[in-house]
């Protein structure tokens, strides 16, 4: 991990809200969670939470899915695929889930987010009993296959650095809350498995 200070950081404070996490989350009938997805490109990350989200919006639930794609193309559309900006985008996105979470939402985040280190950083900043993490397994040689954006081939081809599984690290997560192969998991079974552990607390 990357650990750095901006000087202005000593210069706020906390202001003090009267509305509570647990007033939103009374409002809107249920808790505010963060389902994180990490794994390799192509291995179905966003195609599970989008699915997820499906699902929970049909249950009547409040929710946002934080794509990693659609979040390099706004908010972090100056960071590259280096490691420091890698660590510098899954801060900010664990930083923007908790906000979410705090509103009562339940989020799901769909990032490679490939340190190991990076992800425990979110999951103890938004809380170990807020934090789910979904390692979807899907095997490189299955994601190549699958190639869906053309990274797998440019980075082959030499035009592209830094691709995660290939010439950059994945780190896979030790002790996981799921673990999906979509190469051996239906979307339907994968998004049951997922509902039961998010809902059972």
């Known amino acids: 991990m990357v650990h750095h200070g901006l000087w ?30 990490t794994g390799l490109s192509g291995a179905g990350k966003s195609t599970l939470a989008n699915a997820l989200e499906v699902e929970l919006h049909r249950l009547g639930r409040r929710t946002y899915l934080l794509d990693g794609d659609n979040i390099r193309q706004g908010l972090n559309n100056d960071l590259d695929f280096t490691d420091v900006d890698r660590v510098e985008n899954i801060r900010r996105i664990a930083e923007v889930s908790k906000l979410m979470m705090d509103a009562g939402l339940m989020v799901m985040t769909a990032f490679i987010s490939p340190f190991r280190g990076d992800r425990e950083m979110a999951r103890e900043l938004i809380g170990t009993e807020n934090f789910f993490e979904v390692y979807v397994s899907t095997s490189l040689e299955v994601c190549e296959q699958r190639d869906v954006k053309g990274l797998y ?9 830094n691709m995660t599984g290939l010439n950059s690290p994945y780190e896979v ?5 799921i673990e ?5 998991v239906t979307a339907g079974l994968a998004i049951t498995r997922i509902l039961s552990l998010i809902t059972a607390q």
């Not at 081939?153 to 650095?161: S, Y």
């Not at 999906?180 to 051996?184: M, R, S």
């Open 8 to 37: 202005r950081v000593q210069n706020v404070h906390t202001q003090a809200l009267t509305i509570t996490r647990q007033d939103r989350e009374r409002l809107n009938g249920h808790h505010g969670r963060v389902i994180w997805f």
């Open 180 to 184: 999906l192969d979509c190469a051996n």
């Open 153 to 161: 081939k440019k980075a082959r081809n030499g035009l592209l650095t």
């Open 173 to 177: 997560p030790e002790r996981p809350d």
